[in-house]
C-alpha cells in the first residue's frame, strides 16, 4: 500500500480501479500524469462518486490542499489508452488532477503542494531523473484531449525536482563523513556540521547508513548507539513538527535497525 501522509485520504469507490487482467494491481508505476482536472472541487467530487466516470489518485486543490483516492499502486481510468502503450497507460501511469480550468495558472500554493506530491512519487518507485515523455507525461500525448491545457509549468517543475535530488545527494554524501566520523567514533568529540536535525536527515539519506539497515552489524555495540541516537532525533523531529514525510523516514529506520539487532 502506498499511501501519501501528508495527503487527506479520500477515498473513491473501490469499484472505479482495475479492470485490466493483464495489468493488476502493483502493476510497475513508470511515471505521472498531471491533469487539468477543467472544474472545481465540488464538481471534481462528483465525478470520483459517479461509479461510471474516470478515477485518479490525488487531488491537489487552487488552496493547497492536497486529497488522495486511491493507493497510488492502483489501476485507476485517468488517461485512456495509447495505442502502442494499448491499456498499459492507466496501470502503469499515476494521475494527479489539478482543480481549476484551461487559461487558469497554478496558484502558488497549489503548485508547491502538486512539486510534493510529485517529488514524493519520484522517491517511492525511484524513477531517477524526471524527463517529460519518460516519467512526466500530459493526458494530450497519450489521448485526444487538450488536458492539462497548459497549467503545468513544466520547466519549473522539472527543475525543482532535480534540485530536491541534488539535495538528497549532497544529504547522503554529508551522512557518509558523520557515519565515518562522528557516529562511529562519538569519543573523538568530531564538532557537529551542523543541528541536530539537519545532520540526522544527513544519516538517514545516506547509501552507507542504508546498506547497514539491509545488511545489519556484526557489533552490538555500536548498533545500539546508532539506534538510540535515531530514536533521540526521530523524537526531536516530532517535536520541532519537521515534515512528516522526514519524520515516517526515520521511524522506518529505526524499525529496520530494531529488528536486525534487537529490542531497545
Known amino acids: 500500500m502506498a499511501r501519501c501522509d501528508f495527503a ?7 469499484g472505479k480501479q482495475g479492470g485490466y487482467p493483464s495489468y493488476p494491481y502493483g502493476t510497475a508505476k513508470l511515471g505521472v ?6 472544474g472545481w472541487r465540488a464538481g471534481l467530487a462528483a465525478v470520483l462518486t ?5 478515477s485518479w489518485h490525488f487531488t491537489v486543490y487552487r488552496d493547497g490542499s492536497i486529497e488522495q483516492h486511491y493507493d497510488s499502486d492502483a489501476v485507476c481510468w485517468h488517461c485512456g489508452v495509447r495505442p502502442e502503450w494499448r491499456k498499459e497507460s492507466n496501470a502503469t501511469l499515476v494521475g494527479i488532477e489539478h482543480e481549476g480550468v484551461a487559461g487558469m495558472a497554478l496558484t502558488e500554493a ?15 518507485y ?8 519518460v516519467n512526466l507525461w500530459e493526458h494530450g500525448w497519450l489521448s485526444a484531449t487538450s488536458c492539462p491545457s497548459g497549467r503545468i509549468p513544466w520547466d519549473r517543475l522539472i527543475k525543482d525536482l532535480k534540485g530536491a535530488m541534488m539535495d538528497r545527494d549532497r ?14 567514533r562519538p569519543d573523538i568529540g568530531w564538532p557537529p556540521i551542523k543541528d541536530d536535525i539537519t545532520e540526522a536527515s544527513y544519516v538517514i539519506h545516506s547509501v552507507e547508513f542504508q546498506a547497514r539497515l539491509n545488511a545489519g552489524w556484526d557489533v552490538p555495540s555500536m548498533p545500539w548507539k546508532m539506534v538510540e541516537e535515531i530514536t533521540r ?15 515516517a523516514e526515520f521511524v522506518k529506520a529505526v524499525d529496520l535497525a530494531r529488528a536486525k539487532v534487537g529490542n531497545l
Not at 500524469?33 to 477543467?38: C, D, G, W
Not at 459517479?50 to 474516470?54: H, K, Q, R, T, Y
Open 8 to 14: 487527506k485520504w479520500i477515498p473513491g469507490p473501490s
Open 33 to 38: 500524469i498531471n491533469h487539468s482536472a477543467e
Open 50 to 54: 459517479n461509479p461510471s466516470a474516470g
Open 110 to 124: 497549489q503548485y508547491q503542494s502538486s512539486l510534493k506530491v510529485n517529488r514524493w512519487l519520484f522517491e517511492i
Open 126 to 133: 525511484k524513477w531517477g531523473q524526471p524527463q517529460l515523455k
Open 171 to 184: 544529504a547522503s554524501r554529508q551522512g557518509s563523513i558523520l557515519l565515518g566520523r562522528r557516529w562511529e
Open 233 to 247: 532525533l526521530t523524537q526531536l523531529l516530532q517535536s520541532k513538527e519537521a515534515e512528516s514525510a522526514r519524520i
